[in-house]
């Protein structure tokens, strides 16, 4: 199992640009959500899934769309990049009937 | 709205040192409390989940506790390794188990 990959790495954005990131998991899990990861202000949830085709706001939603077409992809869109949206993203799945949330290594994503 | 704090910020301790990181939260009707360890430019790798109905749980060296009526769960580290080297994130399930996260706890064990 690859368990939760998320796709780009790194990127870089000018002002306005957009762009969509990514995550896939293998292990069948009906929960994902994706965080963002800011220099002192921790992790902070973005949106989330509860199973394929919902999705939900989380804290921080402003600026983002999101995607459930599959079960095994989350998608996180950015309509139109603003320098503040600068960030590490981490994507994280759970399984229905578990607690643990799985993470992916993160896309670092840098908007000038 | 769920707020979790970790405290120390950071800590540096020598090899072999026993050691002990708190989190605290404002919402006590959590679902679980779990704590994670990121390395530098890496993902979060979950070290421990404690549910709610739980005191506390054990894996090798790592023993975390919950005491959901103070607010607060503690993360105990015995033997200290310097690679054990990392942040220390603790974070808070509530609905959907969606979780809200303390800043961190940055561990610097030396040789």
């Known amino acids: 199992n690859a368990g939760v990959t998320q796709t780009p790495k790194f990127r870089v954005l000018k002002t306005g640009q957009s762009m969509t990131l990514l995550c896939a998991q293998d292990m069948n899990h009906e929960y994902m959500y994706w965080y963002r990861q800011d220099p002192g202000m921790g992790l902070r949830l973005i949106h989330y899934?509860?199973?394929?085709?919902?999705?939900a706001k989380g804290e921080v939603p402003d600026g983002y769309n999101v995607s459930r077409l599959k079960k095994q992809n989350f998608l996180l869109g950015l309509e139109s990049a603003a320098p503040s949206q600068t960030s590490v993203y981490f994507c994280?799945?759970?399984?229905?009937?578990?607690?643990?949330?799985?993470f992916g290594p993160g896309t670092r994503l840098l908007v000038l | 709205k769920q707020e979790v704090t970790q405290i120390p910020a950071a800590l540096s301790v020598p090899e072999g040192e026993n050691l002990v990181l708190n989190c605290s939260f404002t919402?006590?009707?959590?679902?679980?409390l779990q704590w994670f360890r990121q390395d530098p430019g890496k993902g979060l790798t979950s070290l421990l989940l404690i549910q709610s109905s739980q005191r506390e749980q054990t894996s090798g060296r790592l023993n975390a506790s919950l005491d959901k009526s103070s607010g607060r769960s503690t993360l105990y580290i015995a033997a200290s390794q310097p690679g054990d080297s990392a942040t220390y994130l603790c974070a808070g399930g509530g609905s959907n188990y969606k979780l809200t996260f303390g800043k961190g706890t940055l561990l610097t064990v030396n040789p």
């Open positions: 899934s509860v199973g394929e085709g919902t999705t």
């Open positions: 919402d006590s009707a959590i679902y679980n």
């Open positions: 994280a799945s759970k399984a229905s009937g578990r607690e643990t949330q799985y």
